[in-house]
């Protein structure tokens, strides 16, 4: 089977879109042109924000922003696509559950933002968006199947299956971080905490690893250092982050395996933080080739890298604006 | 998110289409009308029987059985589906590899079956067409996202996202034999052999771990008996049987968790000569409901039974007459 896609459309014949990437340390907007093309950022801080009504104003002072930025005004706007770190129902715009951080619970959040902007708004789960991104202008652009995987302090994957994002029935796929693996406890885990895989792969997880495994007697470096240190350590051949790089390489190669046979998906590709890591990316596949005897699917690094839920918010403010009648090049 | 679909199309408007199940021991064909209704049935064995031609000659054979057993002609026919044993590319019909009773690697069926029979010809893998029928008559009719399971001497996944058969891009979507987890060996297996999934749930596989568990000091029982005969004895106490079908159980539960994690999936239909034992879904829908903190999948027996292949190669045979323009009712 050919598993590229016809060349996705390039763009939108005039006017301008606005990506939002919403995250609970920070919230950043790009204006972009029809072709998808940055022309201004604004940026500010969310820690602490917690109230939805807040977070309105605050995408609002970014949109007008940026439109002093470009000397744009409101009506030249065609449409914002906003990333949320929850689960969220893409059709109605309502963001279903976020992590505790913000605490969300069924906050429609595109209803919101239209009575606030006067636009079309559509609202995403932000690895969904992320991996929207990846397909329309990154490693994975125009490939039919592929699973984005962000690996932060936690672990989501974003799931193309042919050429649209995969949902699911609950807006939950791709919540792989409870997976069960060999090597992985069996203990159910209580809802809202991490998983099992998160406490190999994501970065809060390694980093407490490396806690419980540190012994003056068995390294030099300090007890307390992140995922990236530690793979930065074990690149360097320090014996105990190696060890620590190979159980997550591991945990990683499996999910992915896994995922690959279910949805017979030939590209990973990692994203966020920690999943950025060359040193992890070099050792799953290692990983993955001695399983080799099946069909073991490609594994690349995200070139669009922390941009990659805001290029893709800006592709559903394209996709937005088509939808409300802007002419696709 | 509404995980029904709307109310599928009931059939077509006149003719007759044929549906075929081709199996590495039997051969069944069956003449439907353009509800889907069966007029007549038609089998014969294959065992050890491979060439290709040969099939195709017994298919044509069992076309004209058909036909002479209702009174109708060829003419009559408007299309044939077939479901065959093994990955098999579902736009060209030809199938790629099947195990090695067959031995087949990509042998245009379609092409052969048009040829010889002088009608529009589908041919899929026949774990999808099983899952076509669960979704057009079965259990999950109209259900959008769903995941047929057939456990025989192997296991096997039909997967069914937004209404319609997942292939994935090599065609090979749902091969779930060699998933790793918890209490699975972890070694890389020889393409071709079993999964190591299938020692804990295929037929097979659990015959050969009563063999292998088997001690005249633990069980009456005798060493040579069925996975369906050990799980009859489960049911009835017997404590060696019990383990068996605990291990079998669990080790289902955690496949079919993973795989609703992964697809965000609500309902599993299990098939097959031993996945429809009622001992093995109660006890799998036991341990999938202990991890219950978070959204557990609905399990079912499938109640098309032995039949879902045929039924499902019928509606693929419908649904390639009305592409080849019969009307839709």
Redesign the interface.
């Known amino acids: 089977?050919d598993?590229k896609l016809r060349r996705s459309a390039d763009g939108i014949d005039k006017g301008y879109v606005v990506g939002v990437d919403l995250g609970g340390t920070n919230l950043r907007l790009a204006l972009a042109d029809g072709h998808g093309e940055v022309l201004a950022r604004w940026s500010t801080r969310t820690v602490g924000i917690k109230a939805p009504d807040e977070i309105v104003k605050l995408i609002s002072a970014g949109v007008d922003g940026l439109a002093a930025q470009t000397g744009l005004g409101r009506h030249d706007l065609l449409a914002v696509g906003v990333g949320a770190p929850g689960v969220t129902?893409a059709?109605t715009g309502v963001v279903i559950a976020t992590s505790y951080l913000m605490g969300w619970r069924d906050v429609p959040l595109r209803a919101l933002l239209e009575s606030a902007l006067g636009l079309p708004v559509s609202v995403d789960n932000d690895v969904n968006v992320a991996a929207l991104g990846e397909s329309r202008t990154g490693l994975a652009r125009d490939i039919?199947?592929f699973v984005f995987l962000a690996i932060g302090s936690g672990v989501g994957?974003g799931?193309v299956?042919?050429g649209r994002i995969?949902?699911?029935?609950?807006?939950?796929?791709?919540?792989?971080g409870?997976?069960?693996?060999?090597?992985?406890p069996?203990e159910?885990?209580?809802?809202g905490r991490p998983g099992a895989l998160e406490g190999f792969v994501g970065g809060e997880g390694i980093r407490a690893r490396w806690k419980s495994l540190w012994d003056e007697t068995k390294t030099t470096l300090p007890m307390d250092i992140t995922a990236t240190e530690i793979f930065d350590h074990a690149s360097a051949g320090e014996t105990l982050a190696d060890a620590v790089l190979y159980d997550s390489a591991r945990t990683l190669a499996?999910a992915i395996?896994?995922?690959a046979?279910?949805?017979?998906?030939?590209l990973f590709v990692l994203g966020g933080g920690v999943g950025m890591h060359p040193a992890l990316c070099a050792r799953t596949r290692k990983i993955l080739e001695?399983?080799?005897?099946?069909?073991v699917p490609k594994l690349v690094i995200s070139a669009l890298g922390e941009e990659a839920q805001l290029i893709g918010a800006i592709r559903l403010a394209m996709d937005t604006a088509i939808a409300h009648g802007a002419v696709r090049l």
């Open positions: 089977m598993n129902n059709e039919r199947d994957a799931i299956l042919n995969f949902q699911g029935a609950g807006w939950t796929a791709g919540e792989i409870y997976m069960l693996l060999p090597g992985l069996e159910a885990i209580e809802r499996y395996y896994n995922m046979l279910i949805l017979n998906c030939p001695a399983r080799g005897t099946r069909a």
